[in-house]
């Protein structure tokens, strides 16, 4: 096996320096054979270039992406604080309030799945990046599932497409909550139930998150909805079409609210 590989090295050896001198004879024979030579390696060199420099760009984007996602929480946790201070100075507002109580800390997503009935996401962001459980996780089109696991660097996320999870949410027209779940067949759509019968439904309408936990800030948009139906005589049962695509998700922010602890230690003492 070692006399083959050592022919093997033998032959490619001889193979390059038999064209090197071939290179070499034709540029010395004459003009046009050099002018040739000398174009066709340029030709090489270009694209040779080319190629390299698409490698380190596409390398620095991950560093781009990383530093726009960290402008993009800054700017989002900006809005949410002027929502707030709209909100607090009695001004109507149409996105997120109570803004103080959160701070956003991106991620980028690594694995993802849309089809179990029991969906989950890891992204980039551990322990040391001050993650933890139990911490809500949104992105600018809507809410996308919550923290159950952490290492130093990684989290896995209980996704909002999971048969077991129900979470409260506003019909944004009005003001009426929902409880919203997913029925595990489509990842664009989810339902929402409890709607009374005489709250007033159409098509289109907004669904936004209701705030009534600790984990999520209110009125962010969630979907539209996109059909209802009467479920059990007494309450509506809405489709809703999602903003955010599931199938597609790269980043997304965990949501830091600074009285998680609070309210969590308020809800055992109550039981």
């Known amino acids: 096996m070692r006399r083959r590989s050592d022919r093997i090295y033998l032959t490619v050896t001889v193979f390059i320096i038999l064209e090197a001198v071939s290179a070499f004879m034709i540029f010395r024979s004459g003009a046009v054979q050099k002018n040739v030579l000398v174009a066709s390696m340029r030709v090489c060199s270009d694209y040779v270039e080319d190629r390299w420099s698409k490698v380190l760009y596409w390398f620095s984007l991950k560093d781009v992406n990383r530093d726009l996602m960290k402008v993009n929480a800054a700017l989002i946790a900006r809005n949410m604080k002027l929502m707030n201070h709209l909100e607090r100075i009695g001004m109507p507002h149409d996105s997120v309030a109570d803004s103080d109580r959160y701070n956003l800390i991106p991620a980028m997503v690594i694995s993802n799945s849309v089809g179990r009935l029991h969906n989950y996401l890891i992204v980039d962001k551990g322990e040391d990046d001050g993650i933890r459980t139990d911490m809500g996780v949104i992105t600018n089109s809507g809410l996308i599932g919550s923290v159950v696991a952490v290492s130093s660097r990684y989290s896995r996320i209980v996704s909002m497409l999971d048969t077991d999870t129900r979470f409260s949410v506003i019909l944004k027209r009005n003001g009426t909550f929902g409880t919203m779940y997913w029925k595990g067949t489509d990842p664009t759509r ?13 098509e289109g309408d907004t669904i936004i998150s209701s705030g009534y936990s600790a984990f999520f800030p209110s009125g962010i948009p969630i979907g539209t909805i996109s059909a209802f139906s009467l479920n059990d005589g007494i309450n509506y049962e809405l489709e809703v079409e999602l903003f955010e695509d599931f199938r597609s998700l790269k980043y997304v922010y965990v ?5 998680a602890a609070e309210i969590a230690g308020l809800k055992i003492e109550s039981r």
Not at 190 to 195: K, R, T
Not at 255 to 259: A, F, I, K, L, R
């Open 255 to 259: 949501v830091d609210s600074q009285d």
């Open 190 to 202: 989810m339902a929402v139930m409890d709607i009374p019968v005489h709250t007033p439904v159409s």
